[in-house]
């Protein structure tokens, strides 16, 4: 069988320290300050869109369409419109999104543990300029 | 002994889902597409500014300034200058930034594996579209 280029390409490892890799779009998609989010909250399960903007404390409508859009692009949730009046959207992690998701939990969850500690760093860092 | 506020509030976990919580900013800071890979280059060891912006593909010598700056902030690296002519910069990672980074390294290590499955659903979700 032959080898197409794209087949070739679809092998090969990507490489953040390129410039031109695509793996970083993918990287920025996962771990965009909404992106993350999404990942994390959708573990629990199928969700509409409305739900997923209230328990995202500060998310525009436009920014979570946006995310949500370059996450199922990159075939990590999956988007099912039922037609209903208005229409019901709800959203779903694919086993891809669901792999991801645990990595970014564990960074999340290193996040939200460490931030006192972040922060006291943050506050001398901050007063040892003033000196 | 007394219990200043800012002493409670240090030892409150992050809440990345709440929109004022500062742990936005950290998360942000460790996954931004410079500060991941300034992280997992320091895992290496101590290196200099122009050393830094030799492995990193693409970044301007101001988005490396300000990304080192932010991950100094947070507590993530030390920067030590030695007074040569020029002025030699060096920089590392505390314990704490060595911490982080092995999650963040593990989530980059997982889209450089993945990106050809990426790209295959990249590929399929833009062919489905244009039917």
Known sequence: MS???VNRIQRRRGDLFAEACPSRSVL???T???GSLVLILLRDG???FSEIRREIGGVSEKMLAQTLQALEGDG???RKVYPTVPPRVEY???PLGHDVSEHVLVL???VEKNLGEVMK???SHAASRKN
Do not use: G, P, Q
């Open 46 to 48: 199928t969700k509409r």
């Open 108 to 110: 999340a969850l290193w």
């Open 3 to 5: 080898d197409s280029i």
């Open 32 to 34: 965009s300050r909404w």
């Open 28 to 30: 920025e998609h996962v």
């Open 76 to 78: 990590f949730l999956t």
């Open 92 to 94: 779903t992690l694919t």
């Open 121 to 123: 760093r943050r506050e």
